[in-house]
C-alpha cells in the first residue's frame, strides 16, 4: 500500500502515462534536453519520476536519482546511484552538486520553501537547477479547478505553482534565472487523435499569449557573492615612507643653512 506521502509521486507518473500527460511528457523532455546538454560538471541530480530520465543529454559523469520509495529494479542501470530520500531532505553535502533537476517536485511537495532551500545548499556556486511545473494561469488550470468536474491534473500536496512566484523565491534565494519557457497550449482535451488535431496552437500560443502555456521549465543558477580580498601594497607604503623621510631631510638641512 502506497503511503499518503507518496500517493502524489505515483498519481503524477500515471498521469503521465495518459495521451495528454505524454503530449505535455514529449514538450518537457525537450525544452530540459536543451538546457541540460551544455551545463558541465561532475554530479547531477534528478528528483522523482524515475521512469522518465530528464538528464540522458547531459554527459556528467554522475548522475543520481533520489525519490520517495525504492527504483524499480529494471530502471536501475539508467543511474549510477539512486537514494530514498525526502525532497526537502536531501542527503548530500553542501555545495557538492553542479545540476540539479526537479520535475514537478514543487507541487508534490509538503514544505515547498523547504524544498527549494535544500536545492539551494546542495548546488555548488554557478550550479544550476531546472524546474518543471503546471501552469496555474492555463487552459488546462481553469479546467482543472472547475468545481463540477473532476480534476484534469494530478492532485499533489501542495498544488500549482505560478512560475512569477516561483522565479520571486528563487530571487530571494539568491538564483539568477537564466531561461524559461512556457508550452502545451492545447484545450483540455484526453484523446491523442483531437490533442493532434490543435498542433497548430503550439506555435500560435507562444508567439500571441507565451505566459499561458499549461506546463512550464524554468532554468536558474545559484549565486554566491565573492569576496575580493584587499592586500596592503608594501612597495607603494614603502615608497611613501622612503618620500616622506627625503622630504624630512631636505627640510631639515634647509633650516640649518637658513640659521
Keep these: 500500500m502506497v503511503s499518503d506521502s507518496q500517493q502524489p509521486i505515483v498519481e ?34 534528478q528528483v522523482g519520476l524515475p521512469k522518465i530520465d530528464l538528464l540522458r543529454q547531459n554527459r556528467m ?22 537514494v530514498v530520500a525526502e525532497p526537502e531532505y536531501l542527503p548530500f553535502d553542501s555545495d557538492s552538486i553542479d545540476l540539479l533537476i526537479l520535475p514537478h517536485a514543487l507541487e508534490c511537495s509538503q514544505d515547498q520553501h523547504a524544498l527549494l532551500r535544500e536545492a539551494q545548499r546542495v548546488l555548488v ?6 524546474i518543471s511545473g503546471f ?6 488550470g481553469f479546467r482543472h479547478h472547475l468545481p463540477f468536474l473532476k480534476p484534469w491534473l494530478p492532485t499533489c500536496s501542495e498544488g500549482d505553482v505560478a512560475p512569477n512566484k516561483i522565479k520571486d523565491w528563487l530571487k530571494l534565494l539568491s538564483f539568477e534565472i537564466d531561461r524559461g519557457h512556457f508550452g502545451c497550449y492545447a484545450p483540455a482535451l484526453s484523446s ?28 536558474a543558477v545559484k549565486k554566491v557573492a565573492s569576496m575580493h580580498l584587499i ?7 614603502k615608497k611613501r615612507r622612503q618620500s616622506r623621510q627625503t622630504v624630512g631631510a631636505t627640510c631639515q638641512k634647509s633650516r640649518n643653512m637658513g640659521g
Excluded: C, H
Design 12 to 45: 503524477l507518473q500515471r498521469w503521465f502515462d495518459t495521451d495528454v500527460g505524454q503530449y505535455a511528457l514529449k514538450w518537457e523532455q525537450l525544452k530540459i534536453d536543451a538546457l541540460v546538454a551544455d551545463v558541465f560538471g561532475y554530479r547531477a541530480l
Design 61 to 82: 559523469p554522475f548522475k543520481a536519482y533520489v525519490g520517495r520509495t525504492l527504483i524499480e529494479p529494471n530502471l536501475s542501470n539508467s543511474w549510477q546511484a539512486s
Design 231 to 237: 592586500m596592503p601594497n608594501w612597495k607603494q607604503q
Design 125 to 130: 556556486p554557478e550550479g544550476r537547477v531546472v
Design 135 to 140: 501552469n496555474p494561469l492555463s487552459l488546462w
Design 192 to 219: 491523442q487523435k483531437w490533442l493532434d488535431r490543435f498542433t497548430f496552437m503550439e506555435p500560435a500560443g507562444d508567439r500571441w499569449w507565451p505566459i499561458f502555456g499549461a506546463v512550464y521549465v524554468v532554468s
